[in-house]
């Protein structure tokens, strides 16, 4: 399916893409809002200023998409891949629940209020993303890259951490309780505010960085 194709069913009323093939579609300065693309086939799409509100993408693929200035709103990405993706986008209220972000480019994303739970994140570049109250418990972010990031009201219980790098990340209000950490420099690159540590310990007004 096509660009025109999808907008002009859309714009006739139609709703259930459940399944659609839209590999290597693209797409300008569009609005979908409360549309099912459960199992959407998304590889290699091109989303230009995009706006999905209220849109299900359980379980669809957006392998090697590109979504740039593109908003995601109440949307629920549950169990989707979006291996090797690259978002640059504005994320609020979303499911993200076991999604495959591995190889993810995620530079100056912004998330808030986001269920990403298991997540697996693993050598994703998150440089310089905002993460505002987001659970990421149990999520997978071995050799991830998270330098110059911002994470504030973040659960990482039980992440994996290990070999993940940071430079001057941000974290407030983080919680790492559980958390592997052997290999990265957390302790070193980080700007730390309050935070509980793998150990368990509260940590207040905790500052620490090295240049």
């Not at 995620?106 to 440089?127: D, H």
């Not at 951490?161 to 592997?180: K, P």
């Not at 935070?195 to 007004?205: A, F, L, R």
Request: glycine share 6%; with cysteine; aromatic share 8%.
């Amino acid at each position: 399916m096509n660009a025109e194709e999808l907008l002009r069913r859309y714009s006739g009323g139609e709703r259930n893409f459940t399944g659609a093939d839209l590999r290597g579609i693209e797409l300008r300065d569009c609005h979908l809002e409360a549309a099912n693309f459960t199992n959407a086939d998304f590889t290699q799409a091109k989303l230009y200023r995009v706006k999905f509100k209220g849109v299900n993408l359980s379980c669809a693929n957006f392998t090697q998409a590109r979504l740039r200035y593109a908003e995601l709103e109440e949307v629920n990405l549950n169990h989707a891949n979006l291996t090797e993706v690259s978002f640059d986008a504005y994320l609020k209220n979303i499911n993200l629940e076991e999604v495959n972000l591995k190889n993810a480019r995620l530079g100056n994303i912004e998330i808030s209020n986001a269920n990403m739970k298991r997540a697996n994140l693993e050598n994703s570049c998150l440089v310089e993303a905002s993460l505002l109250q987001v659970n990421l418990d149990e999520a997978l972010l071995i050799e991830a890259n998270l330098g110059q990031a911002m994470f504030q009201d973040v659960s990482l219980k039980n992440a994996n951490l290990e070999r993940a790098i940071f430079c001057e990340t941000s974290l407030g209000n983080v919680d790492l309780t559980g958390a592997r950490i052997a290999g990265s420099n957390l302790w070193s690159e980080c700007i730390i505010d309050t935070i509980t540590t793998p150990e368990g310990e509260y940590i207040k007004d905790y500052w620490k960085i090295l240049v």
